[in-house]
Nanobody, 124 residues
């Protein structure tokens, strides 16, 4: 079982930046992929970005490409999401999770448990 704690969210004006952090503990597999998801009010949880275990592979959905940067700290079992040029449509609760493959880590149905998430609110 992996425990996940997301932090770093907040209220920011459009065009601003935030850096989200995800701290993991428990049974962590070194070669796993890591992902960020988000869930806006009244919407399904959606995949946002993923990274492999050593950071040399990253993936982003089109709506955040060029604005968000995912990174990984293997020594501290942490993953980060630098969010720049934020837009009101980025408003959501953001979650992280981990899975063995890029296919599984991109699919929210893979996961039985989630952290509490961190709220990101972007005002126009």
């Amino acid at each position: 079982q992996v425990q996940l704690v997301e932090s770093g969210g907040g209220l920011v004006q459009a065009g601003g930046s935030l850096r989200l952090s995800c701290a993991a503990s428990g049974r962590i597999f070194r070669n796993n992929y890591w992902a960020w998801f988000r869930q806006a009010p009244g919407k399904e949880r959606e995949f946002v970005s993923a990274i492999n275990w050593n950071g040399d592979y990253t993936y982003y959905i089109d709506s955040v490409k060029g604005r968000f940067i995912i990174s990984r700290d293997t020594a501290n079992n942490s993953v980060y999401l630098q969010m720049n040029s934020l837009k009101p449509e980025d408003t959501a609760v953001y979650y992280c999770n981990t899975a063995p493959s890029i296919q599984s880590v991109r699919d929210k149905r893979t996961f039985r448990s989630w952290g509490q998430g961190t709220q990101v609110t972007v005002s126009s």
